[in-house]
């Protein structure tokens, strides 16, 4: 389990991330990127699959590809916006299709996403999640006073 110590040793657990990606290679890199930014993640190889996770799961950001089988990622994020739990849940959604694309367009004016076009670094996914993650609101524990 991964999390943090806070001031007075409350323990801190981590925020869990889902990534859906049908591509193997590109789930355990954004994996490794996210484990090393102190996430908690779950791999989905569909939309399906993630859409499972989160609603048994504490999910504090949803990352996923547009273009999946089963489910693709626009249908994952609507889903998602019409269940109570996961109706504000932040989204991070991935893709190397064009911004006029029909699927694309039709995430626009969805409150707590953001699109990110392929090809993107790494560190790029992680920051947007680090922006958009519940802890991010958190400020860190002020040090006392010396004098």
Not at 3 to 16: I, L, N, R, V, Y
Not at 85 to 105: E, K, S, W, Y
Not at 118 to 128: A, E, G, I, L, Y
């Amino acid at each position: 389990m991964t999390g943090t110590f806070s001031e007075g040793s409350q323990w801190q657990p981590a925020d869990t991330v889902v990534v859906a990606d049908d591509d193997p290679v590109l789930r355990a890199v954004l994996t490794y990127t996210l484990h090393q930014g102190g996430y908690e993640v779950f791999e989905a190889e569909d939309g399906f699959e993630a859409l499972r996770a989160i609603r048994r799961l504490t999910v504090s950001v949803l990352v996923t590809d547009v273009v999946m089988p089963r489910m693709d990622g626009v249908a994952l994020t609507l889903a998602a916006r019409l269940l109570p739990r996961t109706a504000q849940l932040p989204i991070v959604v991935m893709t190397g299709l064009p911004p006029n694309d029909g699927r694309i367009v039709r995430l626009r004016g969805i409150e707590r996403l953001e699109v990110i076009f392929k090809p993107f670094s790494f560190d790029d996914v992680r920051r947007r999640v680090d922006r958009l993650a519940p802890s991010a609101s958190i400020p860190p524990p002020v040090a006392p006073y010396v004098d």
